[in-house]
């Protein structure tokens, strides 16, 4: 069965540090795809990342990049250099290929970013 | 840029009442969805449509029904709401290609049934 697990319920950080949250996931399938979504206060999901289960190069978008490693099953996303507009609800999902609507969502990592 | 839209932001009403929560998107996209979000239980899907007058069940289903009768727009029903149907309604939309399929969010729905 596929599964999605975000072990961190919450964290806190300064502002200007790094955080890494973290994503581990669970399916039988070869082919998958792996996303991350973040929801800031105003409650709308924004999608950031969609990576597919053959590409496992590491990702870089600004201050955001995206660590998929299949061998331990994860996909970790770290913030550099975070600011405080970066705290939100990020949440981590699973979907099979041809299959979006079998998408399992992580139940979440809240992050707060302090000033 | 893909925009969905969902009817209200905040929506209140009695035990008993028939409640509608409206979906739109503008990117022709085929394949639309409703979840529910609750504290501790993440995203969970209610219904999901892949086409016009297609539906189907998601993980929880009970007590809601859809309908979908242009591709543009998704219609969540919840036919007699109870309190427990209190929570945040998100509504997505996708377009079913292997190359770029990814769902895209509304802005949600917070219902509260009194």
């Known amino acids: 069965a596929q599964k999605v697990t975000q072990a961190q319920t919450e964290i806190s950080v300064v502002e200007k540090e790094d955080v890494t949250l973290d994503c581990v996931y669970e399916?039988?399938?070869?082919?998958?795809?792996l996303f991350w979504y973040k929801q800031p206060p105003s409650g709308e999901l924004v999608f950031l990342i969609r990576?597919?289960?053959?590409?496992?190069q590491n990702e870089i978008s600004g201050r955001y990049s995206w660590n998929f490693q299949k061998s331990t099953s994860s996909f970790n996303f770290t913030i550099t250099a975070s600011q405080v507009v970066d705290s939100a609800v990020y949440f981590c999902?699973?979907?099979?290929?041809?299959?979006?609507?079998?998408?399992?969502f992580g139940k979440g990592t809240r992050l707060h970013i302090l000033p | 840029d893909v925009k969905v839209t969902q009817s209200s932001r905040y929506l209140v009403k009695r035990t008993g009442e028939k409640v509608f929560l409206e979906c739109v998107q503008d990117?022709?996209?085929?394949?639309m969805f409703w979840y529910r979000q609750d504290p501790g239980l993440g995203l969970r899907l209610i219904y999901f449509s892949y086409d016009v007058k297609m539906k189907e069940k998601g993980d929880i289903p009970e007590g809601y029904s859809v309908s979908r009768e242009k591709k543009e727009r998704f219609s969540l029903i919840l036919e007699s709401a109870s309190t427990n149907q209190t929570s945040m309604y998100l509504c997505?939309?996708?377009?079913?290609?292997?190359?770029?399929?990814?769902?895209?969010f509304g802005p949600g729905t917070r219902l509260t049934v009194l």
């Open positions: 990117m022709d996209h085929e394949n």
């Open positions: 399916t039988r399938d070869t082919t998958y795809y």
């Open positions: 999902a699973l979907s099979e290929a041809n299959r979006d609507d079998k998408i399992i």
């Open positions: 990576r597919n289960s053959f590409d496992e």
């Open positions: 997505a939309s996708s377009f079913p290609d292997i190359y770029t399929d990814t769902q895209y």
